[in-house]
């Protein structure tokens, strides 16, 4: 009754009612809050859509033309394309890609699992010797490659001079097509270990001891403990581990181009690495761009996919 009389007031003399009142301070909050909420996230959204979405939609429309840089785009279709999947360059450089990848995950997983292991709780001076481990990913490629390709020098690098104090014949690393691929995935696999090294045994400090001391109490070893209590607990950090190495992999250029150039016999070139010798060596921006493209398509699909089997494993 009171709210009417108020109401009743309100229009003779021309006085809103309260709750009209509360729900217009109400509406102009929320309206404070959008706006806020949009303003903040504007820089993000502005910086993904200048650094990733636009440059995709660019490389895609040149993907469709015949472009050099000195002269304007000239539209040819799925010219580029066409002409890629006809060079065996190409074939060779996605096979040294997917090859440097699949090595990198499972020999690198592997390493990484076994290092975290010593790491937690076997290995003495423990913090010290992970900030040794974990230097290298502090250096860039460029800086680890130059090491590395002193290292690896046939004359003068140290590892070819004790095999040949010991007897034997110095290896061409570098210049061997039998050797240049893997020795790029040595080099690599050493930069990177730390990295993946410190989030494995971040996750398997997070195993429950109440797991492991119940699986000891009922007779299970070492090793039983960590297949069938550790390994089963830690699976998905591996699924992350696995996924963004191997997404990385994809993407090698910087050691290919230090430390071999490409060859020997495009033993080590890339699909990165023919991208940037058609876009900056042969000025073929519309070849380069189809390349990235197709790249693009490939990492999609071979993500989704890596995530698919990792997550039926969890599940089962």
Request: aromatic share 10%; no cysteine.
């Amino acid at each position: 009754m009171l709210d009417d009389a108020a109401a009743r007031v309100g229009k003779r003399t021309g006085a809103r009612p309260a709750h009209a009142v509360r729900q217009r301070a109400r509406a102009g909050i929320e309206r404070t809050e959008r706006r806020a909420g949009v303003a903040l996230v504007s820089p993000a959204v502005a910086a993904i859509v200048l650094t990733s979405i636009a440059p995709l939609v660019l490389a895609f429309g040149f993907s469709l033309t015949d472009y050099n840089l000195l002269q304007p785009p000239r539209w040819v279709g799925l010219r580029n394309y066409v002409g890629i999947l006809g060079d065996p360059v190409f074939w060779k450089a996605l096979e040294n890609t997917l090859a440097f990848a699949f090595s990198q995950v499972a020999i690198g997983i592997v390493v990484a699992v076994l290092v975290a292991l010593l790491f937690n709780g076997w290995l003495y001076g423990g913090a010290l010797m992970r900030t040794f481990v974990y230097l290298p990913q502090a250096a860039s490629y460029v800086v680890i490659a130059l090491v590395w390709t002193m290292l690896l020098d046939p004359m003068t690098g140290p590892i070819n001079r004790m095999l040949t104090a010991g007897g034997g014949s110095p290896v061409y690393f570098l210049s061997d097509p039998a050797w240049a691929m893997a020795s790029i995935v040595v080099m690599s696999m050493w930069r990177n270990l730390g990295y993946f090294m410190i989030i494995i045994l971040a996750a398997l400090k997070s195993v429950p001891d109440e797991l492991l001391e119940a699986a000891a109490i009922d007779g299970a070893g070492p090793i039983r403990r960590f297949f069938y209590v550790t390994l089963p607990t830690i699976r998905g950090v591996l699924s992350f581990v696995a996924i963004t190495w191997f997404l990385g992999a994809l993407q090698m250029f910087t050691q290919a181009y230090v430390m071999t150039g490409g060859g020997p016999v495009n033993a080590t070139r890339t699909v990165v690495y023919l991208m940037y010798d058609e876009a900056f060596t042969n000025l073929n921006i519309g070849a380069a761009s189809a390349m990235a493209v197709m790249l693009f398509l490939l990492v999609v699909a071979l993500s989704l996919i890596l995530r698919l089997v990792l997550r039926r494993k969890e599940e089962s």
